[in-house]
Every structure is written in structure tokens, then in C-alpha cells.
């Protein structure tokens, strides 16, 4: 059984930073996608970042949103993945899910590409 925790959403104002991590857990894998995803109600799940855990120095791809602003790294002996948010817009209010898939062809943004899910944290940015 695989399991995903997340952590450190919270409220900030615009043009601050928060810090999310992300736990996998139970039966997996040293290689696999690791993934944030970000959702507003009415609208469609989107991927924000990934990274693949079975490179040395990590493979990493961001959508153009938050390009230059977030920053993933991870420990593979932990299992932990972090997205670092620096200038946060109010755009970027939303919840974020944590994902993991073990067996990736390559690692993507596209949420059906993903098999185990956190709960969510929540992250809000006023203006």
C-alpha cells in the first residue's frame, strides 16, 4: 500500500514564499514521479511541477505559471519531495496535491498519468 502525506500550505501575502513537502510511503520505489498538482474549485486539476527520482541530480519540468518562481528538490532516502514557492501570486491560491506514480513511462503534468494521491494542503495568497 502506498500512502502520500503533504504538508506546509498556509496563508501568505503577495510576493511571499511558502514551502510545501510531500511524503511517500509503504511499498515503493527509488525511481518514480513525484509530482505537485494544484486545483481551484470549478476548474480542472493542474500540474505544477515534477521530478523524477531515479536521477542523481533529479529531472525536473515546471509549467510556464510558475516557472522561475517554484523550485522541486527531493531526498530519495526520505521520500520526500519539496516545492519551494517564492513570489507568490494570488493566482496561485489554490489546493495542492501531492502525487506519485511508480511505474512512469516518463514524468508528466497530466493528473491521469498519476496513481496515489495526498489529501491536500491548501495555500492561499492575498493581495
Known amino acids: 500500500q502506498v500512502q502520500v502525506a503533504e504538508s506546509g500550505g498556509g496563508t501568505v501575502q503577495a510576493g511571499g514564499s511558502l514551502r510545501l513537502s510531500c511524503t511517500g510511503s509503504g511499498y515503493i520505489y527509488r525511481a518514480m514521479c513525484m509530482a505537485w498538482f494544484r486545483q481551484i474549485p470549478g476548474k480542472e486539476r493542474e500540474g505544477v511541477a515534477t521530478?523524477?527520482?531515479?536521477?542523481?541530480?533529479?529531472?525536473?519540468s515546471y509549467s510556464d505559471s510558475v516557472k522561475g518562481r517554484f523550485t522541486l528538490s527531493f531526498d530519495i532516502d526520505t521520500k520526500t519531495v519539496s516545492l519551494q514557492m517564492n513570489n507568490l501570486k494570488p493566482e496561485d491560491t489554490a489546493m495542492y496535491y501531492c502525487?506519485?506514480?511508480?511505474?512512469?513511462?516518463?514524468?508528466?503534468?497530466?493528473?491521469?498519468?498519476?496513481?496515489?494521491w495526498g489529501q491536500g494542503t491548501q495555500v492561499t495568497v492575498s493581495s
Open positions: 502525487a506519485l506514480e511508480l511505474h512512469p513511462a516518463r514524468c508528466t503534468l497530466t493528473p491521469g498519468d498519476y496513481e496515489h
Open positions: 521530478v523524477y527520482t531515479g536521477s542523481p541530480s533529479g529531472m525536473t
